[in-house]
C-alpha cells in the first residue's frame, strides 16, 4: 500500500520540507511571542486592558484557519506574510494567557520582599517576576509550538511554495503515501516540540519542588531526608 | 558594625482608600488603618507591636520603609523623616522580614541572604562572605545550606534565612512583621531565644509585630498594644503592661492571667532572696541547733565544702551534742538556678508541696531561698507601686 520507492526518490524533499515547516513555524512562535509579551505587560501592569486584549486574542483564535489564510491573499498576495501573519495571530490567545498567568503566579510575598528589600520597578522584573514565570510561559511556548506546527501544515493550501510537510497533503489528493508522509512528518515534528519544550521548561526551573524531588529521587535521598526540621 | 538609630512615629495616620476617597479621608469620615500613632523606640531597642488582627500592625510597619505611605503624620528613623529620603535608598538601609517570609523561589540560599549586597553593589567575593558569615549567624551551616534553593528548606530553616537576608547589609533598623509565625511553638521558642541572643550582640532598632502577647512580653523591650480603628492602647515596658494596664482593653487583651505572666518576666535573684542557716558535716551539731533555733525559719541546711546544698535537717532531727553528719539531711527542696523565672520557681514549689526553694548559682552553690510567701508579696508590691506611679507613658482610654 505504501509506496516505499516513491520515499526512497524524494528524501531531499522530504527533508526540504521538513526545514521549510520549521522555518514557517519558528518564525510564528518568535514574533508571537515578541508582541504577546508586550500585550502580556501591558495586561499584568494595566489590568482593565487584559479582558480586551484576552479577548480579541480569542476571537481570532476561533476564525478557521483556511478562512484566514485565504482572507489575507486578495490584500498582500502571496508571501511569507500570508502565512506568517494567520500564524503569529493565533499564537496570541495561547501566548498572552500563559505569560499573564506567569507573572501571576509569582507570590505577592515575594513581590512584598522584593519591594521592601529597595528593587526598583525593572530590577524586579527582570531578576524577580521573569525568572519566576518562565514556566509558565514555556508551557505556553510549548502549546503554541505544538499548535502552530499544525497550522503550518494547513498553510499547504495556499500553494507549492507553502505548507512545509502539508504540501504534500495537498499536492495530490488520491496519492496515499504522499499524503501520509504529509502526515507523519507534521505529528512528527508537533511531538519533538512538545518533548524539546518539555525539556526546556525542567531545565529551566531547577528551583521548582517538583524538579527538586526528581533530583533527589536519582541521587537516592529522599525528600524527606532533606527538608528535615530544623 | 552600623549603629542603631532611634525610629520616632509622631501622629501618623493611615486611612486606606482610591484616589477620589481623599477628600473623605481629608474630612475624617473614612475609618483609620492606623489612628494618630505616636511613640519612640530608642536606638538599639526592640519595640513590639501587638494587637488582635486587623489593627493595624502592618500597615504601621509598611509605613517606616514607605511599602505604604502615611495620610499625615511623620516618621523618623534617625532624626531624618523618611519622607524626605529616596525610597529605594531607605529601603535598603531597613531590613525587612515579612510575615510569610518571601524568599525568593528560584535563587538558593545564599543568593537570596545576598540580595541586598548585591543590589548595593558589593563586590561578588564580599557579598559571599558576608552571607556565609550570616548564615552561620543563624545558626545555618554555610557549607550545607548556601546552595540549597528554599523549596529545600523546613518551615523554621526558611525563616532563618529571611532574617539572615533582612541582616546582610547590616541595616541600623529592621523590621520584622511575625517573622516566627508559620513555625511550630517549639521552634518559634528557639527562633525568640536565638534573635534575643544575636540582640545582645547586634544592638539593632527593631520594630517587630506580633498578635501573640506572650511574644511581644518575651521579645520586648517596649511594648505597643494596639487596638482595632489603629489606637495606641499603651507603650510601655512590658512589665508595666502587665502590672499596670493602661485600660480594660489592656487589661483583657494581656488575660487574666496578666499575674502569672508578670512573675515569668523577674528571676529569682532580682528578689531579696532568705539567707537560710547553713553548716557542713563535721560542724559542731549543737552550735547549728543554737543558730538554727534562732532563726524565724528553724530549719538547717546542710551543705557541702563548695556550700552546695546536700539536704535539710528538721529542727527536731538536729542532735544537741556530736558532729552533724550527711545522714542527717532528711529532705531536699527544689533547687532552682538564679536565673529561673518566679513563674517557674512557684511551678516547682508547687510541684514540690514545699514551702522554699534553694537558688544557687552556676556552679551550683547556695545563694539563698526563695519562698512562695516572698513572691506573692513581690506581686503585690509591684503592683501597687506601678499604679501609684502613673508614669506619662500611660496613655488614657477614649
Ligand atoms: N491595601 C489595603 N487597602 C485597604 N484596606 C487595607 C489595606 N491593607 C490593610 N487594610 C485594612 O487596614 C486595617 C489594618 O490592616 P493591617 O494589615 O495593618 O492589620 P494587622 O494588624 O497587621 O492585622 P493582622 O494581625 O491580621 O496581620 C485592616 O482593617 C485592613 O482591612
Ligand atoms: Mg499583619
Not at chain 2, 511581644?216 to 494596664?245: S, T
Amino acid at each position: 500500500m505504501i509506496d516505499w520507492g516513491w520515499i526512497a526518490d524524494h528524501v531531499p524533499a522530504i527533508l526540504g520540507r521538513a526545514v521549510q515547516h520549521l522555518e514557517f513555524a519558528a518564525i510564528a512562535l518568535v514574533v508571537g511571542f515578541a508582541i504577546s509579551f508586550g500585550l502580556a505587560l501591558l495586561s499584568v501592569r494595566y489590568r482593565p486592558a487584559y479582558p480586551v486584549v484576552a479577548g480579541l486574542a480569542g476571537i481570532l483564535f476561533t476564525i478557521p484557519s483556511l478562512a484566514l489564510y485565504s482572507s489575507f491573499v486578495p490584500v498582500i498576495g502571496l508571501s511569507l506574510l500570508t502565512v506568517e501573519i494567520p500564524l503569529v495571530l493565533y499564537t496570541l490567545v495561547i501566548y498572552v494567557r500563559n505569560i499573564v498567568a506567569g507573572f501571576d503566579s509569582v507570590p505577592a510575598e515575594v513581590l512584598e520582599a522584593a519591594d521592601g528589600m529597595g528593587y526598583t520597578r525593572m530590577q524586579r522584573l527582570r531578576a524577580v517576576e521573569l525568572p519566576l514565570a518562565v514556566p509558565l510561559m514555556v508551557a505556553g511556548l510549548r502549546v503554541a509550538s505544538v499548535s502552530t506546527i499544525g497550522l503550518v501544515t494547513i498553510s499547504g493550501i495556499l500553494g507549492s511554495s507553502f505548507g512545509g510537510f502539508g504540501f504534500f497533503i495537498f499536492e495530490r489528493p488520491n496519492f496515499a503515501t504522499e499524503i501520509l508522509v504529509g502526515a507523519v512528518g507534521s505529528i512528527a515534528l508537533a511531538l519533538l516540540a512538545d518533548a524539546l519544550f518539555g525539556v526546556l521548561q525542567r531545565r529551566l526551573t531547577p528551583w521548582s519542588r517538583l524538579n527538586v524531588e526528581l533530583e533527589m529521587a536519582k541521587t537516592g535521598r529522599s525528600a524527606a531526608q532533606a527538608t528535615a526540621a530544623v | 558594625m552600623a549603629t542603631a538609630e532611634s525610629v520616632v512615629f509622631e501622629h501618623v495616620t493611615k486611612r486606606y482608600g482610591v484616589a477620589e476617597a481623599r477628600r473623605e479621608a481629608a474630612a475624617g469620615r473614612l475609618p483609620a488603618a492606623v489612628d494618630d500613632l505616636s511613640f519612640e523606640v530608642p536606638a538599639g531597642r526592640i519595640c513590639v507591636l501587638v494587637g488582635p488582627s486587623g489593627c493595624g500592625k502592618t500597615t504601621s510597619l509598611k509605613m517606616v520603609n514607605r511599602l505604604i505611605e502615611p495620610t499625615s503624620g511623620r516618621i523618623l528613623i534617625g532624626g531624618e523623616d523618611v519622607a524626605t529620603r529616596d525610597v529605594i535608598a531607605l529601603r535598603r538601609s531597613i531590613g525587612y522580614v515579612i510575615q510569610q517570609v518571601g524568599l525568593f523561589p528560584h535563587q538558593t540560599v545564599g543568593e537570596n541572604v545576598e540580595t541586598v549586597t548585591r543590589l548595593l553593589g558589593w563586590a561578588p567575593e564580599r557579598r559571599r562572605a558576608r552571607s556565609d558569615e550570616l548564615l552561620e549567624l543563624v545558626g545555618l551551616d554555610p557549607s550545607r545550606y548556601a546552595t540549597r534553593y528554599p523549596s529545600q528548606l523546613s518551615g523554621g530553616e526558611r525563616q532563618r534565612v529571611g532574617v539572615a537576608r533582612a541582616l546582610a547589609a547590616d541595616p541600623p533598623v529592621l523590621l520584622m512583621d511575625e517573622p516566627f509565625g508559620a513555625v511550630d511553638p517549639i521552634v518559634r521558642e528557639r527562633l525568640q531565644n536565638e534573635l534575643l541572643h544575636l540582640q545582645d550582640q547586634l544592638a539593632k532598632t527593631i520594630l517587630f509585630v506580633t498578635h501573640d502577647i506572650d511574644e511581644a512580653i518575651k521579645m520586648g523591650d517596649l511594648v505597643a498594644v494596639m487596638q482595632a480603628g489603629g489606637h495606641l492602647a499603651q507603650f510601655a515596658p512590658p512589665a508595666e503592661i502587665l502590672a499596670n494596664p493602661a485600660s480594660d482593653f489592656v487589661a483583657r487583651f494581656v488575660g487574666a492571667d496578666r499575674g502569672l505572666k508578670r512573675l515569668a518576666l523577674t528571676r529569682v535573684n532580682e528578689l531579696d532572696l532568705m539567707a537560710p542557716v547553713t553548716a557542713s558535716p563535721g560542724e559542731d551539731a549543737a552550735e547549728a541547733r543554737r543558730r538554727a533555733l534562732a532563726d524565724p525559719f528553724p530549719w538547717l541546711l546542710l551543705v557541702d565544702a563548695m556550700r552546695r546544698p546536700l539536704g535539710w535537717v528538721e529542727e527536731a532531727d538536729i542532735p544537741t551534742s556530736g558532729n552533724l553528719t550527711e545522714e542527717l539531711a532528711s529532705a531536699m527542696s527544689p533547687l532552682l538556678d538564679r536565673r529561673t523565672t518566679l513563674k517557674d520557681a512557684l511551678a516547682r514549689l508547687i510541684e514540690a508541696e514545699v514551702q522554699a526553694g534553694v537558688v544557687t548559682d552556676a556552679r551550683g552553690a547556695v545563694i539563698g531561698l526563695v519562698t512562695a510567701e516572698m513572691i506573692f508579696d513581690w506581686s503585690r508590691r509591684t503592683a501597687e507601686e506601678a499604679r501609684a506611679s502613673e508614669g506619662p507613658t500611660r496613655e488614657t482610654a477614649s
